[in-house]
């Protein structure tokens, strides 16, 4: 069994950095590709960025440029680095694993960006 566990998040203000990180534990080997989801106050939750088994990447529009999504598989963790943060990127972020043929999400930190 896979869990998830998040952890990075925090208050900053607008043009500052954060660095979030997603950590897999148990069977990690059947987890494909890894993303950051991010869900602000009234509205639907939205991928923000993805990363392949074999690294590749994919972005949100509003957020190419500023923030990079990798991964560290000796580590087993997943990384979002998000700079030149902007207000409108408040919102609980999730982590979530393709697993096998569904997929499993962590408990989501909180990032809160101050204009």
């Known amino acids: 069994q896979v869990q998830l566990l998040e952890s990075g998040g925090g208050s900053v203000q607008a043009g500052g950095s954060l660095r979030l990180s997603c950590e897999a534990s148990?069977?990690?080997?059947?987890?494909?590709?890894i993303g950051w989801h991010r869900q602000a106050p009234g509205k639907q939750r939205e991928v923000v960025a993805t990363?392949?088994?074999?690294?590749?990447?994919t972005y949100a529009d509003s957020v190419k440029g500023r923030f990079t999504i990798s991964r560290d598989n000796a580590k087993k963790t997943v990384y979002l680095q998000m700079n030149n943060l902007e207000a409108e990127d408040t919102a609980v972020y999730y982590c979530?694993?393709?697993?096998?043929?569904?997929?499993?999400w962590g408990q989501g930190t909180q990032v809160t960006v101050s204009s």
């Open positions: 990363i392949s088994r074999l690294g590749s990447t």
């Open positions: 148990g069977s990690t080997s059947s987890i494909n590709t």
């Open positions: 979530k694993a393709g697993v096998g043929g569904g997929s499993l």
